[in-house]
């Protein structure tokens, strides 16, 4: 996660400020949250993990420099 530059907000909201997006989360930071809000049980994580069906943020930052 580096610096990222950007035009202002193109609009000027007389006393409004604007409030600046943070962006998506990082590749695999929630889905050990969303699989088991799904309905995954624990043993069925481990599964999909040890596949390499999905990844977590660890694993993720293996796979995306």
């Known amino acids: 996660s580096g610096k990222l530059t950007m035009p202002r907000?193109?609009?000027?909201?007389?006393?409004?400020?604007?409030?600046?997006?943070?962006?998506?989360?990082?590749?695999?930071q929630d889905t050990t949250d969303v699989l088991r809000e799904s309905g995954f049980s624990e043993a069925e994580l481990r599964c999909l993990f040890a596949r390499h069906i999905?990844?977590?943020?660890?694993?993720?930052?293996?796979?995306?420099p």
């Open 54 to 64: 999905v990844v977590d943020k660890e694993g993720a930052s293996k796979i995306v």
């Open 9 to 28: 907000f193109p609009l000027d909201f007389f006393g409004t400020p604007v409030v600046e997006s943070m962006g998506g989360p990082c590749l695999g």
